[in-house]
């Protein structure tokens, strides 16, 4: 009963959180003064016809918002137009349509070329994630067993600098290994692979997969294997650890049936947490590896000031980002009894 | 008093704080290195003018493009055929500044929005904080790209950018602080002689929240920095600055790889690792001074027990349970001598029989407890004596057999105020773990039937069976954990404080429970306790410690009426008892001993009323009074004879 | 002595425990405190007993004007000082002339002050800090309460003592200002047995050497001893037998206090008596079960027990329970 309504809760409060990144995201990209397709009406060499032309292709014709009379006093707007027939208004039911508008660079509707990367991005982030978890769960668990010996201190040691790597600098020197070893250097597939067998076709994505969930790998292990490790120590040192022992289980049985879901719970916090910073890693390795998902889309929009792919890009990564934020917390719920009843 | 007072004022607090703080501080060895390859580094950023072979952003010849590092140029150059070690010492500047600066806009929102969160609650904090959620979970990468991509990539707005988006952990962290800091009761104490809010938060609630302030603005130093490289990695770096980001985004997109030109890559990363490591490490050895962790845990191997096979052995009696000449040390790491926590201690316990281990905080009682099942955390080790369970010598036994004895001949009731249940596993599956572990020939299916029933036997209703501990009361946890000890029909009950923390009622109902159960099951009991009341009322035999020795082992009637050791007897005095309203309460003077730091000759010395001088000089031994087991360590017990 | 020192009339304080289900109209209450009347004397030692949730502690903190009472009367000195805010508190010189001193002397010092900063601290909030006679005061404090010489603790930190001397430094922190009531918040608690009595031997000589009044509030009946000179037994937040120490002790009325009475452990093995131990546990302050509140759990309850509140009984001059059997 009382799980539903937190359950509720955090549904209803993510999405209110989805929609603040929908305001918040059309209000930049009008606020701030960067776009070329304001900055380009600005330019006094443009005939007046071309300027008129380029407003009402970007839809900059219509008033940003309607006023809100409830808000009065604060003038917002124009008090005089069509809610319906507003710049804001437009772009949300484009949205409900799924329209992101047209990139600059390409022409193609921005939620085609999204819809394109955003399975490379899940795939790598989805890989990444797994190995990392899983490894850095097993080296945290393995550190905190030898707790206080060199084993551990080697394994603090090798977390702590994986923390520090920034990813996009591991991407590279990575890069530059395997270019020497027969890595392939960019992209997901090998030009004309998809006339090859399906088997084939895994195998080579799998090859140009390998570097970049590698970096993926190494930079997210550090922190996870550091927070298992110090919440398992954490843990062990319980008294319910101390009853577990006195009731005559082995070393084994403890760890497996009284203290790994325990220890568990802070790193599914941690994970939840991260996930942004997880985006902040897709982005790097992909822009180093070329690798075809949202971070290069980022990487290459910034670099052809193509504003559309990126107001798109940020929406859709911030409310991927926010529903798995919702799916971690529920895993949390799942685990801990304690949360079940509060 | 007069010039004391002043001498005080003279002095500097602050200064004798920091002392402090250094000399814990500077024994973490990660704290140590990182704070001298931050100090290194910022050395090279504030020198670089000297430092530099060559001037900031000067091209040395078009014609020296990638060239490989050399004495001419100890980093080689890069694709602009400048000097890459100029342009890394340059780049420390940029890198620096940029976190530093940012990271001290993110402290101060966070700090400022934790603090008042924390502080004011209501409709500020849930505001505050409801804000902070949302800003959490917006990934911080990408909106800092679109926000530096849509305004002017200058190292203001970098800075301004990273900064205000970069302090919702802190925010976070410092509201916890505050509130668990506004929660401690002199907090109560300062509101309670009428001190304003003012004065609480700058002299109690700051001064707590500070320390922790100063490790987040660490962490987030270190976070701005690897922002600020992977914003100008991406492209977005002031073009007029060459911070290590820029260095690299340059080299990167113009052909580095291409060309070989390893060093062009390599050198300007390495300088955000040191950096970033350098705080990591400081903030690793920063967290160790203000929550020292110890770092051991109840799996790590104990210290195999000492076997002095030189000594006779002595022969065990017929009794169920008994300790024999039973020493216990603590050893540490750092080389000082062991802690001396149970030395010399014997008792025997026989079937039915309930014998009470009593003395105060620090005694040795629960190490002697632990020890008995070889539970000793991983410093403590048996370095004399032996455990005889049916004869058998517990000290011998080997890990395995060791796991059989537990439970099924000797069980534990530990204190139900403590966290001696696992929280996220119910208490009937806990019960029923060790039914699974010691009777592995119990039906499966009986075992629901045999959890209710032991359940029942300590009055909790079935439907309880299901439940977590969470939902249990305290005065049921601790009936639960004894269902739990009575689950494989153990001979021995150890019962370590069962009833301490508990109300005074619900501490009768439990002590009627064991008695209860002792007579019903025929179970023979350790009751270790502080309580001296309780023992008079329920046991049969009594072992008074002190300092980590027995001071007086007896007949529960000789411990009350006529006791040989003058610790008992003081420890008597002060205990009140309402059947005496003429009797004044008298304290012992002074405080129990620290076990590292044990007084010389009689432990009890320094607070005994009746010390004469060779007390202070001889240990005294144990001495037996009469024919019934009446056991006293006292030197006047030899001189009144 | 006219006017009463201290005088509690019908206090309350009940705490809003949010709704029962989503649906429900009103919010449920938990009666923490639920109509407590009693009356000090300047230098009079009250015991006030009750097991955990039966309000002592809200008491204390209404006491201090902490908590707002939801409903009542607290007069000092003749004046009401109910509702009085912080600041009216302090102009009355209320902070001053009430102290107060916790459970755990561990929590209640700020581990980042000096033992002189924690000591003069009061002072410090009430403008006394350049009074000639400060540092006689502090002196006077400190060794009142038992730390001699003084100078050797003023520059030690909270940690560098012994739990002890902890719940000395806040005594000493209490007396400084010179109070005329101290309440002690289970004082004695968490100390080992062996200081104890040191602690409440304290106590028991500064009220006798400054005159001061202490409400020494325990869950322990037995920690207090004959210190007292009267005792409040409370129960789900009222006061269900008061009267003095020895004539409680000795012939206690109310069902609720004989029990408590006779679980107290007598540290003699040769007086083991019959002890009646109560089943179940305090109900919960959010459902006061009807009439009589004890009556679920009362070993000599009637039917109409169930039914009426009993009023609180004079048995003597200095003797009141309420309990539907002493109706005669």
């Known amino acids: 009963m009382n799980l539903t309504r937190a359950i509720l809760r955090k549904a209803a409060w993510s999405v209110f959180t989805i929609l603040f990144v929908i305001i918040l995201n059309f209000f930049l990209f009008r606020v701030l003064p960067g776009d070329p397709a304001r900055a380009g009406i600005r330019d006094p060499r443009l005939k007046k016809e071309a300027v008129e032309m380029l407003r009402v292709r970007f839809g900059l014709d219509k008033p940003v918002i309607n006023c809100f009379e409830s808000l009065n006093p604060i003038t917002l707007g124009d008090c005089n137009v069509n809610p319906l027939d507003t710049q804001f208004f437009i772009y949300v039911r484009n949205l409900t349509q799924g329209e992101l508008g047209i990139s600059y660079h390409t022409n193609r509707p921005v939620a085609d070329v999204l819809a394109e990367r955003l399975w490379n991005t899940v795939l790598l982030i989805g890989a990444g994630q797994i190995l990392s978890i899983i490894i850095g769960v097993a080296l945290g668990v393995f550190a905190a067993w030898k707790a206080r010996t060199y084993l551990d201190y080697g394994a603090v040691a090798a977390s702590l600098v994986a923390w520090s790597l920034p990813t996009f600098w591991l991407g590279i020197i990575l890069l530059f290994w395997g270019s020497s070893n027969g890595f392939p250097l960019a992209g997901k597939a090998t030009p004309g692979m998809s006339s090859m067998p399906l088997l084939q076709q895994w195998g080579d994505i799998a090859r140009h997969m390998f570097l970049p969930t590698l970096t993926y790998t190494i930079v997210y292990l550090g922190e996870y294997t550091l927070i298992m490790r110090s919440s398992l120590v954490d843990v062990l040192s319980e008294d319910y650890i101390l009853t577990a022992k006195a009731k005559g289980l082995s070393a084994f049985q403890i760890l497996k049936d009284h203290a790994l879901k325990n220890a568990m719970l802070p790193l599914v916090t941690v994970i939840a947490i991260n996930l942004g910073f997880t985006v902040a890693g897709a982005i790097q390795i992909e822009a180093v590896f070329s690798w075809p998902g949202l971070g290069s889309a980022i990487y290459e929009a910034v670099g052809r000031r193509d504003f559309p792919i990126l107001q798109g890009a940020f929406l859709l990564i911030a409310i991927a980002v926010i529903i798995a934020n919702f799916l971690a917390d529920l895993t949390y719920h799942w685990l801990d009894p304690r949360v079940q009843v509060e | 008093m007069q010039t004391t007072l002043q001498t005080v004022e003279r002095s500097n607090p602050l200064g004798v704080r920091f002392l402090g703080f250094w000399n814990t501080f500077k024994k973490s060895r990660t704290g140590v290195l990182g704070l001298v390859m931050l100090t290194v580094i910022i050395l090279v950023a504030i020198f670089a003018p000297l430092l530099a072979p060559y001037g900031r952003l000067e091209t040395v010849s078009i014609s020296d493009i990638y060239k490989p590092p050399s004495a001419l140029h100890l980093f080689g150059t890069d694709d602009a055929g400048q000097d890459v070690f100029s342009n890394f010492v340059f780049g420390a500047r940029v890198s620096l500044t940029v976190g530093f600066f940012a990271a001290f806009i993110s402290i101060i929102i ?21 804000f902070t959620d949302i800003m959490l979970v917006i990934p911080d990468l990408p909106l800092m790209v679109v926000i530096v991509a849509l305004t002017k990539p200058s190292l203001l707005n970098i800075i301004f950018v990273i900064g205000l988006l970069g302090w919702t952990t802190t925010a976070r962290v410092v509201r916890s602080q505050t509130l668990a800091v506004k929660s401690r009761k002199f907090v109560l104490r300062a509101r309670a002689i009428g001190a304003s809010r003012g004065h609480i938060i700058s002299r109690h609630i700051l001064p707590l929240v500070m320390p922790i302030l100063v490790v987040q603005a660490v962490l987030v130093i270190s976070l701005a920095i690897l922002n600020e490289s992977a914003l100008s990695f991406l492209g977005l770096g002031d073009p007029t600055t060459l911070s290590w980001g820029q260095m690299l985004n340059y080299a990167f997109g113009r052909g580095a790889m291409s060309a070989g030109a390893w060093w062009a890559l390599v050198f300007p990363g390495f300088g955000i690792v040191w950096v970033v490591l350098g705080l990591t490490l400081l903030g690793q050895g920063l967290e160790q001074v203000l929550n020292p962790r110890l770092d051991t845990h109840h799996l790590m191997p104990s210290r195999p027990v000492v076997q002095n096979e030189a000594r006779a052995k002595p022969v065990p009696s017929q009794a169920l349970l008994e300790a024999l000449n039973l020493s216990i040390h603590y050893v540490n790491d750092e080389g000082r001598a062991p802690a001396r926590a149970v030395e010399n201690v014997s008792f025997t316990l026989n079937e039915g029989e309930l014998l009470g281990l009593v003395g105060e905080s620090g005694c040795g009682k629960t190490t002697l407890m632990l020890a008995l099942l070889r539970l000793l955390p991983s410093a403590g080790q048996i370095v004399d004596g032996r455990v005889y369970f049916h004869g058998r010598d517990l000290t011998a036994l080997s890990e395995v057999e060791m796991n059989e004895i537990r439970w099924s001949g000797i ?15 119910t208490v009937g599956d806990q019960i029923a773990e060790a039914i699974i572990k010691h009777i592995p020939l119990y039906p499966r299916e009986g075992i629901p039937a045999r959890v209710t029933e032991l359940l029942d036997l300590v009055g909790i209703a079935a439907d309880q069976r299901d439940h977590f501990p969470h939902q249990y009361s305290g005065g049921m946890r601790q009936r639960a954990l004894i269902a739990m000890a009575l689950a494989c029909n153990p001979q021995v009950i150890i019962a370590d404080e069962p009833t301490t923390a508990l109300d005074v009622m619900i501490q009768a109902q439990i002590l009627e429970l064991l008695d209860l159960l002792r007579k019903k099951l025929g179970l023979a ?19 008074v410690m002190y300092g980590g020795v027995t001071a007086e082992y007896a007949n529960v009637d000789v411990i009350y009426n006529d006791s040989q050791h003058p610790y008992t007897q003081e420890l008597l005095k002060a205990f009140p008892d309402l059947t005496k309203p003429k009797k004044k309460l008298t304290s012992i003077p002074g405080y129990p001993p620290r076990l590292d730091a044990l007084p010389a000759g009689c432990r009890f010395a320094p607070r005994c009323p009746a010390v004469f ?26 001189r009144t004879r | 002595m006219s006017k009463k020192f201290l005088e509690v009339r019908g206090l309350k304080k009940y705490f809003e425990a949010g709704r029962p289900s989503f649906f429900a109209k009103d919010p449920r209450n938990v009666h923490a405190v639920d109509g407590v009347d009693f009356t000090l004397r300047r230098s009079e030692v009250i015991a006030l007993v009750g097991e955990s949730g039966c309000g002592k502690s809200t008491l204390a903190l209404l006491l201090m004007g902490l908590e707002n009472p939801t409903a009542g009367s607290i007069k000092f000195e003749g004046m009401d000082i109910t509702h009085l805010n912080d600041g009216e508190r302090k102009s009355h010189d209320l902070r001053r002339k009430i102290q107060m001193v916790f459970q755990d002397p561990y929590e209640s010092l700020n581990p980042t002050q000096t033992i002189e900063e924690i000591v003069t601290e009061p002072l410090l909030v009430h403008g006394m800090m350049n009074t000639p006679d400060r540092d006689e005061r502090v002196q006077k404090a400190m060794e009142d309460a038992g730390l001699k010489p003084a100078d050797v603790y003023l520059r030690r930190y909270p940690h560098e003592l012994s739990g002890g001397q902890r719940q000395r430094v806040v005594i000493a922190a209490a007396l400084v200002l010179e109070p005329e009531l101290i309440l002690a918040d289970e004082p004695v608690s968490m100390l080992d047995v062996s200081i104890r009595a040191e602690v409440i031997n304290l106590l028991a000589e500064l009220r006798i050497k400054r005159q001061i009044a202490v409400i020494f509030i325990t869950h322990d009946l037995g920690s207090v001893g004959f210190f007292a000179d009267r005792v409040a037994v409370m129960y789900l937040g009222r006061i269900v037998e008061i009267g ?5 002790l000795e012939n206690p009325k109310h069902p609720y206090t004989k029990a408590l009475i006779s679980v107290i452990p007598v540290p003699n093995p040769r007086l083991r008596h019959e002890r009646i131990i109560l089943q179940g546990e305090t109900p919960n302050p959010i459902n006061i079960p009807s009439g009589c509140r004890f009556h679920p759990r009362c070993p000599v309850a009637i039917a109409s027990c169930a039914l009426s509140d009993p009023p609180m009984l004079s048995l003597n001059k200095s003797h009141q329970a309420a309990c539907l059997l002493l109706v005669k």
């Open chain 2, 110 to 130: 966070g700090g400022t929005f934790g603090l008042v969160a924390g502080f004011f609650g209501g409709r500020w904090e849930n505001f505050i904080m409801r």
């Open chain 3, 244 to 248: 003095s120490m020895l004539e409680v």
């Open chain 2, 411 to 425: 069980s534990i009731v530990f204190q139900g105020a403590m966290n001696a249940l696992n929280p996220v596993r």
């Open chain 2, 613 to 638: 001088d060779r007390c202070h000089a001889e240990e005294p031994s144990l001495h037996q009074i009469g024919n019934d087991g009446h056991i006293a360590s006292c030197h006047l017990i030899e």
């Open chain 2, 525 to 543: 009991i350790v009751f270790v306790t502080h309580d001296l009341g309780i023992v008079a009322e329920m046991c049969d035999k009594v072992l």
